[in-house]
């Protein structure tokens, strides 16, 4: 499942719809029914196994391997 952000331009909401890439986008606003919805440029998501990945992980500090072990020169 991916998860797909929208706005509608006759009320202004905007919203998250989970559902598969190959469902066609949502048309009507959920608020005030308008078929005036868009979706918008976001940063996205996945979803799996129920929980969304929202940002890497964390970065690895000098000296521990992450950035050739100490060669970077921010050690």
Known sequence: ?????YKCDACGVSFE???PMSAPPV????????EKVRKILSTGGIQIGGSRSVS???AMPC?????GGG?????
Do not use: I, T
């Open 17 to 19: 719809r989970d559902h």
């Open 56 to 58: 890497p992980p964390p």
């Open 27 to 34: 048309k009507v606003c959920p608020e005030c029914g308008a």
């Open 63 to 67: 000296g521990s391997g992450g950035c």
């Open 71 to 75: 060669m970077c020169g921010l050690g």
């Open 1 to 5: 499942m991916a998860l797909y952000d």
